[in-house]
């Protein structure tokens, strides 16, 4: 069964922190791998992923995906109150359906 | 755009009644899902249309959940009779083809 797991499940740091947040996956024909930041609302679209060892960057963020090792880590440096929320890890396999872990929440405190 | 839209926003009823979910996705994308989330389980895919065609329903709980899309600017996803574990955010979500995928507010249903 396709599975997809994040870690940890809950994540509280204080503004200037550094924090990596993990994702591995179990996937028949994987695709993609996608990253999402939920606050309070819908899911917002951080950085897709398909190639192995690509840096994928945005401001402070950043991601980089291992398909021989299957998982993904998403860095987030100088954390700020804004980061709060939850961060949701997806993959795309053959079909168009996307597998989403549970989530990490991160909670940043001043 | 206005995005992906979806009403409404919440719906708190009764167990046994009927609930129907509405969608408007993003004008020119061709592909529309609908997600639920909840605590225990995260976002779980129960329906996705391409070309408003349904192409996999494997993710639909039980019969009790149906997922229309009569044209290709209006969905909706209907629970009859509804059940307190039903209680769960509803999302839709479209794309264009391989593209991001963008999500609606959500429908926060709550099933007394």
């Known amino acids: 069964e396709d599975k997809v797991v994040q870690s940890p499940l809950s994540l509280v740091v204080h503004e200037g922190d550094t924090v990596t947040l993990n994702c591995s996956y179990e996937?028949?024909?994987?695709?993609?791998l996608l990253w999402y930041k939920q606050e309070k609302k819908a899911p917002t679209f951080l950085f897709m992923l398909?190639?192995?060892?690509i840096e994928k960057k945005s401001g402070r963020l950043s991601s980089i995906l291992d398909k021989k090792e299957l998982f993904s880590i998403l860095n987030i440096t100088a954390t700020q109150t804004g980061d709060s929320a939850v961060y949701l890890c997806?993959?795309?396999?053959?079909?168009?359906?996307?597998?989403f872990g549970t989530g990490t929440r991160l909670q940043v405190f001043p | 755009d206005a995005g992906v839209i979806q009403s409404p926003r919440h719906e708190v009823t009764e167990m046994g009644q009927e609930v129907t979910l509405r969608c408007k996705p993003i004008s020119g994308h061709d592909y529309l899902f609908w997600y639920r989330q909840t605590m225990m389980r995260g976002l779980e895919l129960l329906i996705y249309f391409n070309n408003n065609v349904p192409i996999d329903d494997s993710g639909m709980p039980e019969d009790r959940f149906s997922a229309k899309m009569p044209n290709a600017s209006f969905s909706t996803l209907k629970i009859q009779p509804s059940e307190p574990r039903d209680s769960a955010v509803y999302f839709c979500?479209?794309?264009?083809?391989?593209?991001?995928?963008?999500f609606g507010e959500g429908s926060r249903l709550t099933v007394l």
């Open positions: 979500a479209s794309r264009q083809g391989t593209g991001e995928l963008f």
């Open positions: 398909t190639s192995s060892g």
């Open positions: 996937v028949t024909n994987f695709r993609s």
């Open positions: 997806a993959v795309g396999r053959d079909t168009d359906k996307l597998i």
